[in-house]
């Protein structure tokens, strides 16, 4: 059996040597494909050499006879539902995050785009397009993450922002069969809400299989969406999405189960940009003159115009009015359109913040 797993570890050394994120990868890239080989060996491969890492098989536990799920759930894509990433803004993002978007077929870096919908706020009844979402009293917005790991096979899941999370999440090197052990099982994280874990405790506003929006297209292979109903308690400093930030899930993997040789533990798998129907966020890119911005949106650098005269540096993050005359009742992941510099301006607002 030794040289068995032996001749294993030698093709993947092989064949999927990990290399720097940084230098390798692009969201949305497909280089390295070449290395791919036939994906019914690929999966005998990968089970076969993983066969250590399953003796503390949860589904096994209860007595669920499934181990091909937890040995090979990243080889299975959905290319058509993926976050776009001109200019590796959004990757660059999440580096400085210390976070890495998880990686198929040890080839390909993923972030699968989250589905939402928040409705103007402080109306007497939000207007949601997607009612079919909600399930939970007092429910402001909700989220729908795309999954594809077996949920026995995580110790547990976090929602984080890009602006909330700032600096504030604990990562570790991954690049090995299984993630790194914690110190320490089912803790809240700093700058990640755990919106899960393997205990289920206390989660009245999650869905772990929720079923798919009326009329929007499926996963096409062994995907299925976490539902996250997002409640009024939630909505204040700590937990309040910023309109223009990027927030997404964390996946904290079990370290006795195989996860595909991630980069970084946790990793990313699903988000997607949050704004509301008036409001967005970003940060400048280039000072061009005293009203005039180079900003990142949604990873394109476009000029921005300022409505008065504040002055504004490279990194800092401005408030974007959208055009006013949007009649819409809530913002969806659908809605984002084109960035119109004439009808959009930068304002001096911030947010969550108690004017006195």
Known sequence: MANIFNQFGQMQSNLFETEEITSTYSLGDDSGSEQLIDPVEFLKAKA???????????????????????????????PSMTISDPNNLLLDTLIDLGLSPVLINNSFARIYEARYEFPKYNTEEPQFTHSDAIFTDNTVGFFDFLMGFPSGCVEKIGIFGEVYSKDRINTFEGGKASSPVPKKFFIEEEGVMIVYNVF?????????????????????????????????????????????????????????????????????????WIETVYYTSTKVVEVIDETTYLINYHGEEIEAKSSDYAIYNVDDRVTILKGVEHEEDSMTWEDITEYNIYTWSIIPAIFYYEVT
């Open 48 to 78: 076969k050499q993983n066969l250590m890492h399953e003796s503390m098989n949860i589904y096994a536990d209860i007595g669920v006879d499934l181990p091909a799920p937890a040995a090979t759930w990243w080889v299975l894509d959905e």
């Open 200 to 272: 289920w405790v206390g989660y009245g506003n999650v869905q772990a299989f929720a079923k798919g929006l009326n009329g929007q297209p499926e996963p096409q292979s062994a995907h299925w969406w976490f539902r996250v109903n997002w409640v009024e308690d939630d909505i204040n400093v700590n937990y309040a999405p910023m309109p223009g930030e990027f927030m997404g899930i964390v996946v904290y993997f079990n370290p006795t189960l195989p996860w595909g040789w991630q980069e970084r533990h946790p990793f990313v798998y699903c988000g997607n």
